[in-house]
């Protein structure tokens, strides 16, 4: 995951560049020995087929590309070295500072947040006067300044970014006396849509839900994973 601390520090960018190459030299190693060996404990195996999903990801067609913070040439040949793959199947590398790097991935996963925020609240506008949520994202999605990605209402985004990435661009920004008040609004949106799918159970069945049992579709926060994180 990516350190917004680099945000607020100037490290020396040489010493730092050579401190992070030795590092992920040592790390894929220590990927590829898992990769090759696929016998192993339990949870060995489970931390292959992450890696392998991983890795699958950079074949993935929605993938326009790759972002790469660098800071020295040797790290740029390196990586353009190591991507070289990617740029003949026509997704492009796109350099850039270490600090813009870092700040392009929180900005993403804060943008993709705020889509999901205003959709669960025009949801609940729309129960409110009587239109039909579905019919309205299919709607703006046909826009193609819009699109349909990540227009779906639901009980609020989740998993083992969006929140934290959110959380940690606000704090960044209110330490430099900059306040985001757009992301404070999505982040309290999607901690009242929590509340959403109690309170319509409770109106619909009472208070007491003493010997109820509900099932719950899809509580991971995307498909093919398990993790059920914020």
């Known amino acids: 995951g990516a350190d917004l601390d680099l945000l607020g520090s100037r490290p020396d960018a040489d010493h730092a560049d050579q401190e992070d190459e030795r590092s992920h030299l040592r790390n894929a190693r220590s990927v590829q020995r898992q ?15 992450q890696l392998v999903g991983a890795i699958g990801q950079f074949d993935d067609e929605d993938r326009r590309g790759s972002l790469l913070g660098c800071q020295s040439e040797r790290g740029r040949e390196v990586m353009s070295t190591l991507y070289a793959g990617l740029v ?4 492009p590398i796109h350099f850039m500072d270490n600090r813009s790097a870092e ?16 959709m669960n609240e025009m949801a609940l506008l729309a129960e409110r006067v009587g239109a039909d949520i579905e019919n309205v994202r299919l709607g703006i999605g046909s826009d193609p300044r819009i699109g349909f990605s990540f227009l779906y209402s639901g009980c609020g985004y989740g998993g083992s970014c969006f929140p934290k990435d959110v959380k940690a661009l606000i704090h960044t920004a209110e330490e430099s006396g900059q306040p985001l008040q757009v992301l404070r609004a999505v982040e309290g949106a999607n901690d009242a849509q929590k509340k959403v799918l109690i309170d319509k159970i409770v109106r619909r069945f009472g208070e007491d839900l003493a010997g109820r049992r509900f099932g719950l579709w899809g509580l991971a926060f995307k498909p093919n994973t398990d993790d059920m994180r914020e």
Request: aromatic share 6%; proline share 6%; hydrophobic share 30%.
């Open 35 to 49: 990769i090759d060996d696929p016998r192993g404990e339990p949870q060995h195996r489970a931390d292959r087929r």
């Open 103 to 118: 700040m392009t991935k929180y900005a993403s996963n804060a943008m993709l947040a705020t889509r999901i925020s205003f």
């Open 88 to 91: 003949r199947s026509g997704k």
